[in-house]
């Protein structure tokens, strides 16, 4: 084995037509080349896609009319212009400024078109997280922001990802999204000396999973978010010492206060560093290993590269399961779990795009209470967003259904 790799890089440095190499399958422990591997992979999966919608293979299957000239295609934070960053923060931006759809008499916390997305990932949150839709909710939450952007707000480019594997090596306070210039989603929260560590699974019998605090703690002091408002929540925040925060007045109701962050590099090292990230993909071989992964498995003491972004971004909404989305950077990270669920995918398109082995889980976090398993019939629904209700199994390409875009 090891000669014939051997061989095959040789091969590579001399001949430059192999330069894309073939994705080796086994995870490589040194976090710059396991994001090697991760470029190749998605390199490959692109290649897939692209194939796929020009001999319409799969978007044959539900006509959607995407082709290799509309097909959008999504980026690095960290690969965007100066521009094109101010374009999208200033969209999103725009957003905070237009009308909610939601009633106020449904979520009286709804204040503006952005708080619209925030309301509707509180009220499902249990439905959402642990079940079988939790990949295909968020790929069509993610996409409906990312239209919203487009056609409310002018927004001419696709929703950018985060690679954590990048910040982990850089550490967040100077990675292009949270090094608080004006062409990040701003930075770190005010320092708050001395915090103790978080203690996060408390509440389920196991042991719980301890955290180190980060270097912020406070309200954002740089970028381009450092005057919003966060409206709702919190419902279930994570506070320092193991205490839960939530606002009594209920999960939808007005409590305006800023954003705050606690940027814990150590975080996004331990769990989802490139390693972590190329390992959720080589090593799950069905989907209800690769969610559990992602998200997790109770009493590992792991919380997965899905919570291993959410928490390294840290502070409130960053450490609420539910109020999340009121960061705006949530929308980054969940591209990112997207990208590393199309690219799992794109591995054996067919069976992890259709059919009943592309979903597991039941419909309750957890199965708590014992819920039905889901199914690609269970239906999906966006509530005030105004978006269609759809079937789980028109959102498992992002070649068909309603969906045309792709990773670099
Ligand atoms: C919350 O969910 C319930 C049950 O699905 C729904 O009737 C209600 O409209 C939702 N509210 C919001 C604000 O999304
Ligand atoms: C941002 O907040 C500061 C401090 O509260 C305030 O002085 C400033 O006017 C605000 N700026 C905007 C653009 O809202
Ligand atoms: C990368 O992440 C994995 C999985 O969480 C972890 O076991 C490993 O120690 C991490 N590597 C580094 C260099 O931190
Ligand atoms: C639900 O899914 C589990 C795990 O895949 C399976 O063992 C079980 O038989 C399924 N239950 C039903 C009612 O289909
Ligand atoms: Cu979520």
Request: charged share 15%; net charge neutral.
């Amino acid at each position: 084995m090891r000669s014939v790799s051997l061989i095959v890089l040789i091969l590579q440095a001399a001949v430059p037509i192999f330069a894309a190499p073939a994705p080796a399958d086994t995870v490589a422990s040194n976090p710059e080349d396991a994001l090697k591997q991760l470029q190749a992979l998605a390199d490959a999966a692109s290649e897939q896609a692209k194939q796929d919608v020009s001999s319409n293979t799969v978007a044959a299957r539900a006509a959607n009319g995407c082709t290799l000239s509309n097909l959008q295609v999504r980026r690095e934070w960290g690969t965007l212009s100066a521009s094109e960053k101010k374009s999208y923060i200033n969209a999103v931006k725009c957003l905070m400024s237009k009308p909610g759809k939601t009633p106020t008499s449904m979520a009286p916390g709804v204040k503006n078109r952005f708080d619209d997305f925030v309301a509707v990932h509180i009220n499902q949150t249990m439905e959402i997280h642990y079940t079988g839709s939790f990949l295909s909710w968020h790929r069509y939450f993610t996409w409906l922001y990312e239209k919203a952007l487009q056609t409310e707000c002018g927004y001419k480019g696709t929703q950018p990802y985060w690679n954590w594997g990048f910040s982990a090596l850089t550490g967040l306070e100077s990675s292009p999204i949270f090094d608080g210039s004006d062409t990040s989603m701003s930075g770190n929260g005010a320092a708050i000396p001395n915090q103790p560590d978080i203690l996060i699974g408390t509440n389920n019998g196991l042991p719980p999973i301890v955290l180190p605090p980060g270097t912020g703690g406070g309200c954002v002091t740089s970028g381009p978010f450092k005057n919003m408002s966060v409206n709702m929540g919190p419902v279930s925040l994570s506070l320092p010492g193991g205490a839960t925060g939530s606002n009594p007045a209920g999960p939808l109701a007005y409590n305006p206060r800023c954003l705050k962050r606690d940027l814990t590099t150590k975080i996004n090292q331990r769990f989802a560093n490139g390693t972590a990230i190329l390992s959720n993909i080589l090593v799950p071989k069905d989907v209800d290993a690769f969610q559990m992964q992602m998200q997790g498995i109770p009493g590992t003491g792991n919380i997965g590269i899905h919570g291993g972004g959410h928490y390294s971004m840290g502070g409130d909404p960053g450490r609420d399961f539910f109020v999340s989305p009121s960061d705006p950077a949530f929308y980054l990270h969940h591209s990112m779990i997207d990208r590393v669920w199309w690219i799992w995918q794109l591995l054996s398109t067919k069976e992890r795009t259709q059919g009943p082995k592309a979903v597991a889980g039941t419909r309750t976090f957890l199965n708590d209470p014992p819920s039905p398993n889901t199914t690609i019939d269970d239906i999906i629904n966006m509530d005030f967003l105004g978006a269609p209700s759809l079937p789980i199994k028109d959102l498992l390409s992002t070649t068909a259904g309603p969906f045309c875009y792709i990773y670099l």
